[in-house]
T-cell receptor
């Protein structure tokens, strides 16, 4: 299976709150799991990434949690800010190319 | 340094016409990728190059789509006999290599193709 399933489709969070986006995959051959942030009219930009031999990675307000046995991973955005309002994509690497989820549109209300 | 650049930023064409989309990767990046993003969807892989050769073209939807990278830097995505269903944003990305430990793919801003 090549799919990466992402949820929720959209998310509204108050400023200062925690945003959580979840992804699940089937192919155990995936070896790298990045999260991308995309603003309207722009290309996706790498936010944070993790390899399957690590259970958690934190960079500033962004944390990836990875559960290899469940084949799930999630993005947590702490202290969410209005400037974080964007579409977020999880992805999984299959040898060279990335397979993306369908995206989560995050709106952070002031 | 400069990021990935793509030209044109917008392209409007008529059904049945031929189009070329150009990608200039980050200097020194040997791997180059093309993706297509439809409205409200995630990017969908089309093809990737390692150097001058297409390492994986399994994502190309049909033989109307073709891509080249003759000198291992700039790449052109070519679409023949365009159809309305080809309308999408075409994204290009590059990375230092492909399949490396954590080779980050850096994306360009995309070319928005509209087929009337």
């Amino acid at each position: 299976q090549q799919q990466v399933k992402q949820s929720p489709q959209s998310l509204i969070v108050q400023k200062g709150g925690i945003s959580i986006i979840n992804c699940a995959y089937e192919n155990t051959a995936f070896d790298y799991f990045p999260w991308y942030q995309q603003f309207p009219g722009k290309g996706p930009a790498l936010l944070i990434a993790i390899r399957p031999d690590v259970s958690e990675k934190k960079e500033g307000r962004f944390t990836i949690s990875f559960n290899k046995s469940a084949k799930q991973f999630s993005l947590h955005i702490m202290d969410s800010q209005p400037g974080d309002s964007a579409t977020y994509f999880c992805a999984a690497r299959n040898i060279g190319n990335l397979i993306f989820g369908k995206g989560t549109k995050l709106s952070v209300k002031p | 340094g400069a990021g990935v650049s793509q030209t044109p930023s917008n392209k409007v064409t008529e059904k049945g016409k031929y189009v070329e989309l150009r990608c200039d990767p980050i200097s020194g990046h040997t791997a180059l990728y093309w993706y297509r993003q439809s409205l409200g969807q995630g990017p969908e892989f089309l093809i990737y190059f390692q150097g001058t050769g297409a390492a994986d073209d399994s994502g190309l939807p049909n033989d109307r789509f073709f891509a080249v990278r003759p000198e291992g830097s700039v790449s052109t995505l070519k679409i023949q006999r365009t159809e309305r269903g080809d309308s999408a944003v075409y994204l290009c990305a590059s990375s230092l290599s492909s399949g490396g430990a954590e080779d980050t793919q850096y994306f360009g801003p995309g070319t928005r193709l509209t087929v009337l």
